[in-house]
C-alpha cells in the first residue's frame, strides 16, 4: 500500500510554544490530506480536511487560528499547533487519499506524540 | 456518511479465525465498506474494502450481506500480532471526511 510518513514521531514542548508536525505522501500525490487528534483510549477524532493549494475545512470545535494547516504541495502537508497548553498533549495522527482500484482509499501516517510540559 | 455499530471488545484463540461483526444498516447504494485496525501507539493500518461482492486480501476476507446492511471481517487464523482495534468505516468512493467510530478491540489469546 501507500506509504505516508510523519515527522517527528513525538516531541516534547513548553506551554506557550508552537510546533510543527509534518506529513508526506512518500509513494504518491495525495491532493486531500486529512489531520486527526487521539486521547488515550479513545478514538480518532479528524480534525480537518485539507486540499493543495486551498484552505482546510475543519471539523466543528476545532480552532482553525491554534492549529494551523498548510497543505502547499501534493505530497505535503504540515500541522502547526499555536501557543500550545497541556491540554494539547495528543496523539495526532495524518493521512492521505490515493486512487487506486474501485475505490478511493485513505492511508495513515505513523502518528506524532506531542506533550507539551 | 453512514454510522456504524461494532461490539466493543473480542477474544480469539490463537491460530483460529477471528469474525469481526459490523452492522451499517443506513448504509447507501454507493457507499463502500472498509477496514482499518490500529495496533496500539501506532497510526491505523489499511486492511480491506469492498462495495457489494467480498473481498479477500493476504490479510482478510470481507464478507457483505446480499442487503449490505451489514459485514464480517474475517482474519482467517489469528495471531499475537492481530491484536488490535480494528474499524469498520462506510464512505462514498469520492467522499472526502473519513468518520471512526469506537471500534472492536480484538484481544488474540495464546
Known amino acids: 500500500g501507500a506509504v505516508v510518513s510523519q515527522h517527528p514521531s513525538w516531541v516534547i514542548c513548553k506551554s506557550g510554544t508552537s510546533v510543527k508536525i509534518e506529513c508526506r505522501s512518500l509513494?504518491?500525490?495525495?491532493?486531500?490530506m486529512f489531520w486527526y487528534r487521539q486521547f488515550p483510549k479513545q478514538s480518532l477524532m479528524l480534525m480537518a480536511t485539507?486540499?493543495?493549494?486551498?484552505?482546510?475545512?475543519?471539523e466543528q470545535g476545532v480552532e482553525k487560528d491554534k492549529f494551523l494547516i498548510n497543505h502547499a504541495s501534493l505530497t505535503l502537508s504540515t500541522l502547526t499547533v499555536t501557543s500550545a497548553h497541556p491540554e494539547d498533549s495528543s496523539f495526532y495522527i495524518c493521512?492521505?487519499?490515493?486512487?487506486?482500484?474501485?475505490?478511493?482509499?485513505?492511508?495513515f501516517g505513523e502518528g506524532s506524540w506531542l506533550t507539551v510540559v | 456518511d453512514a454510522k456504524t455499530t461494532q461490539p466493543p471488545s473480542m477474544d480469539c484463540a490463537e491460530g483460529r479465525a477471528a469474525n469481526l461483526p459490523c452492522n451499517h444498516s443506513?448504509?447507501?447504494?454507493?457507499?463502500?465498506v472498509y477496514w482499518y485496525r490500529q495496533i496500539h501507539s501506532q497510526g491505523p493500518q489499511y486492511i480491506i474494502h469492498?462495495?457489494?461482492n467480498n473481498e479477500t486480501n493476504e490479510m482478510a476476507s470481507l464478507i457483505i450481506t446480499e442487503d449490505r446492511k451489514s459485514s464480517t471481517l474475517i482474519l482467517p487464523h489469528a495471531t499475537l500480532r492481530d491484536t488490535a482495534v480494528y474499524y469498520c468505516i462506510v464512505r462514498y468512493d469520492t467522499g472526502n471526511q473519513f468518520y471512526f467510530g469506537t471500534g472492536t478491540s480484538l484481544t488474540v489469546i495464546p
Open positions: 509513494d504518491f500525490q495525495a491532493t486531500t
Open positions: 469492498g462495495l457489494k
Open positions: 493521512s492521505a487519499r490515493a486512487r487506486d482500484r474501485g475505490g478511493n482509499t485513505i492511508y
Open positions: 443506513t448504509i447507501s447504494g454507493n457507499e463502500y
Open positions: 485539507s486540499n493543495e493549494g486551498s484552505k482546510a475545512t475543519y
